[in-house]
């Protein structure tokens, strides 16, 4: 092991290979990656990026619903799947996770779908076991555990990877889903991207913890800090992580040292509690700038570059958001049909009840179901 078990969370240790100008401060710790891997993930970030943009403002003008951005976090989460199997590993994500479900590949269209109000968003492409995204903070966690108990038990060499705020590690079912996990050396991954923020509750107001790593050694799985803004360091971590739980050496928590640039959903204002000049001492942190400027360096990309990437993103999310909005109702029995394998009756009832609501008062329909 590289970084696994050498790199010490009770002394608050990092794993960290550049800086945040992009410099290369820790050679011996970079990963061996392709130039047209780099190209790719950091292609994924910017196309993740712009898509949270262009979200925010499609839902200011009121045509798309709420939704949680993954500005300021995208390095960790394209690392963090682009080393897994999408067809015989499994990504079992929360709702902060879009530049993940990008990795993964789920399109551009079912999550600005989803993030309309139609659940079929939700359902990832043939071949991608991506799950749908989970409202249910630490639940994950939980269902990665038994993603992976299944894994084992059938004798097979799939890893459940699953991610969760440091609000999310204030959750009992986190432990418990770790310490289950451990107790039977299960093949999953645990994320922390501790982005600093649990809506408008702060890391330091939720616990006392040197750092969100130390966690699991109550367990007796090992853990570890990373720079979550450093794409480097990020995937160099989780490709040794997911090796390691395939081997059958269990699990293992990673937490991803990252910060939260926008507001917790689209209707937050993170200004009102997050304290003045936070937000500006951390923007040249972020993880768009120090792979671009790294990149740059390297001689695979320029500016010119980096224009026409983002004119054929802009044009491509444009196109996508033309077709939700054209597509985006569903019929009012969607609302109920996927609950049970057959209806009870008591949902019988309310789908009864729901019909006849919409039939006097068909006007409150606009935007969801017809």
């Known amino acids: 092991m590289k970084y696994i ?49 262009y979200q925010n403002k499609m839902q200011r003008q009121g045509r798309l619903l709420s939704f949680l951005s993954s500005t300021g976090q995208e390095a960790c989460e394209v690392a963090y799947t682009m080393v897994i199997d999408p067809k015989n590993d499994f990504f079992v994500s929360g709702y902060r996770n879009n530049a993940a479900w990008l990795t993964m590949g789920q399109t551009v269209r079912n999550i600005m779908l989803y993030w309309a109000g139609n659940e079929a968003g939700a359902k990832a492409p043939e071949g991608v076991n991506s799950l749908p995204p989970n409202i249910i903070i630490g ?47 299960l093949p999953v991954v645990f ?22 790593a130390v966690k699991a050694i109550a367990t007796g799985m090992p853990s570890i800090k990373v720079d979550g803004n450093d794409f480097l360091a990020s995937y160099a971590v989780a490709k040794e992580a997911v090796e390691f739980a395939r081997s059958g050496n269990g699990p293992v928590l990673i937490e991803f040292d990252t910060y939260r640039l926008g507001a917790h959903s689209s209707s937050d204002a993170p200004d009102v ?89 068909p006007e409150t329909k606009d935007g969801g179901h017809h």
């Not at 945040?20 to 990026?49: C, F, H, T, V």
């Not at 991207?193 to 408008?200: H, L, P, T, V």
């Not at 768009?288 to 990149?295: C, E, F, G, T």
């Open 139 to 185: 639940s994950q966690y939980s269902q990665a555990t038994g993603i992976a108990f299944a894994e084992k038990y059938q004798g097979k060499k799939g890893v459940a990877v699953t991610t969760t705020g440091d609000g999310g590690m204030s959750e009992g079912e986190t432990y418990e889903a770790m310490n289950f996990a451990k107790l039977h050396e």
């Open 5 to 53: 078990g050498k790199f010490d969370p009770q002394k608050d240790e990092v794993v960290r290979v550049m800086d945040k100008d992009g410099k290369i401060i820790n050679p011996k710790l970079a990963p061996s990656i392709s130039d047209e891997e780099l190209i790719k993930a950091y292609s994924i970030m910017n196309l993740s990026r712009r898509q949270d943009d």
């Open 273 to 361: 509690y997050r304290p003045k000049g936070e937000f500006e001492d951390r923007v040249p942190y972020e993880p768009l700038i120090r792979l671009k400027a790294y990149m740059i360096e390297k001689g695979i990309w320029s500016e010119e570059k980096q224009t026409a990437l983002n004119e054929e993103q802009d044009k491509h999310i444009a196109a996508e958001f033309a077709w939700v909005e054209q597509n985006k109702n569903y019929p009012i029995e969607d609302i109920f049909n996927y609950q049970y394998a057959e209806l009870t009756e008591d949902l019988k009832n309310q789908l009864t009840e729901a019909k006849e609501f919409f039939a006097k008062y």
């Open 191 to 212: 994320v922390c991207e501790n982005n600093k923020w649990a809506i408008s509750t702060p890391t330091v107001q939720q616990t006392k913890s040197l750092n969100i």
